[in-house]
């Protein structure tokens, strides 16, 4: 079945970096795209970034735009978020999701567990 | 920018009929899909193309369209359907779009 875990979150002071991964299994990875959700108990739920399955198309939220950078390694199944700059309002709990069509950027269906990103001095 | 609005908190008796409703300019050109949250877990996709149930999810969820709303339907609400909704468009830069949540309590 598909799986994603998600890993590298914790406690970083304000203008550190952190890099999140998240290791995909139970599906063929390299046709699908995927993307970064947060999520924080004052704003919900919101896409930060998004990259398409064969890694030439990416897009960012405005409030990450020019800090965050999402990249893939299509021969090991694994995503990753490079977080630079970081904030206290990227405090949240970070999840991947794949998109629910092959060979397309749309909307995603299964989602990973997550991983907590503190942000605090 | 795009925004999805739904009611932040229903709550409904087991066993009777609960409509949570999400609405939104770009839901007049984009499918709504729904997730449920429950607490500590991650999000599950219960609804996509407005009325579809991925499989697994039970019948008692269904979804509906009417031009720029979106209603998730739960007929016959069981206590472990107790979590927080959220609806969800795609939209044209690909990051898409939630809805606030809904907070659905059942007692």
């Known amino acids: 079945q598909v799986q994603l875990v998600e890993s590298g979150g914790g406690v970083v002071q304000p203008g550190r970096s952190l890099r999140l991964s998240c290791t995909a299994s139970?599906?063929?990875?390299?046709?699908?795209?995927l993307f970064w959700v947060r999520q924080t108990p004052g704003k919900g739920l919101d896409c930060v970034a998004v990259?398409?399955?064969?890694?030439?198309?990416?897009n960012y939220a405005d409030s990450v735009r020019g800090r965050f950078t999402v990249s893939r390694d299509n021969s090991k199944n694994t995503l990753f978020l490079q977080m630079n700059s970081l904030r206290p309002e990227d405090t949240a709990i970070y999840y991947c999701a794949r998109d629910d069509l092959p060979y397309s950027v749309g909307a995603f269906d299964y989602w990973g567990q997550g991983t907590r990103v503190t942000v605090s001095s | 920018s795009f925004e999805l609005t739904q009611p932040s908190s229903v709550s409904v008796s087991p066993g009777q009929t609960v409509r949570i409703t999400c609405s939104g300019d770009v839901l007049g050109n984009k499918f709504g899909r729904w997730f449920q949250q429950k607490p500590g877990q991650a999000p599950v996709l219960i609804i996509y193309?407005?009325?579809q149930r991925p499989s697994g999810i039970p019948e008692r969820f269904s979804g509906s369209n009417s031009g720029t709303t979106v209603t998730l339907t739960i007929s016959g609400a069981h206590v472990e359907d107790e979590a927080d909704y959220y609806c969800h468009s795609a939209t044209d830069n690909h990051l898409g779009v939630f809805g606030g949540g809904t907070k659905l309590t059942v007692l």
């Open positions: 990259i398409s399955y064969d890694g030439n198309y990416q």
């Open positions: 193309k407005d009325n």
């Open positions: 139970g599906f063929t990875f390299n046709i699908y795209s």
